[in-house]
């Protein structure tokens, strides 16, 4: 299927690893040219040449954090003809709110959920001059599966569920686009680690990690490419009609929930 993406031009945040390498991956295979920013020079380098290579894309490698505000500030300057505008950059630390301390849920709330609003203002103000432009929030399924061992990412994702949906559902009146997804686990190295640590804990084996994907929808997590596509075509005119609203990919995990 043709996406019709080829010559448009895509910044992506937190794009060094996991699903926003695999984003990056996906919009350079349908044509896009590509900013990569994460706070990884070497990972961003390293992708941004195999992408130039494979793809033929023209790629801009941005080594900042986006928890600065001037670095967000700086970035929609250099590349206010932006086309698509991915964020995805954030970790917010677990642990239940007795656990997260005051200085560790703000440095995560600073990065992901100020940072993609800050990343929307800017980048909302240069497209809304051009009266174009998508923008998708890769937010996380915990903001509607909320759990109290991750009670700091619970509440930011929710929070960004409900920017998103404010945003984009007045956004078409200046000829943009906001939509947000919801991944469930999605197979990254950051997931991988975290069941190698429940691995180890309920099997004394961490290398029996897989075992722990068995209760999963399909038994397995979600894969990258999966999320990536699901990017594509909503930053495409094929979804040209979809606006202030948030799609789950959780394998049907936030329906399953019992009655009792």
Known sequence: MDLGLLGRLAVITGASKGIGAGCAERLAAEGCDLVLASRSQAELDTLA??????HGVAVTVE????ADSRNVDALAA?????DILVNNAGAIPGGTLDEIEEERWRAGWELKVHGYI???????????GRRRGVIVN??????ESPDSAY????TGNAALMTFTRALGGTSPDDGIR?????????????IETLLRGRAHDQFGDAERWRDCLADMPFGRAGRVEEVAALVAFLASDLSGYSTGTIITQDGGMASRRKAF
Do not use: K, W
Not at 49 to 54: C, E, S
Not at 63 to 66: L, N, R, S, T, V
Not at 78 to 82: G, I, M, T
């Open 138 to 143: 890769v937010i996380g399924a915990a903001g």
């Open 178 to 190: 906001v939509v947000g997804i919801n991944p469930g686990p999605i197979l990254t190295d950051r």
């Open 78 to 82: 250099r590349h206010s003809e932006a």
């Open 49 to 54: 040449d195999r992408l130039r290579a494979v």
């Open 118 to 128: 800050n990343m929307c203002r800017r980048f909302y103000a240069t497209m809304c």
């Open 151 to 154: 009670i700091a990412g619970s």
């Open 63 to 66: 080594a900042m954090d986006m």
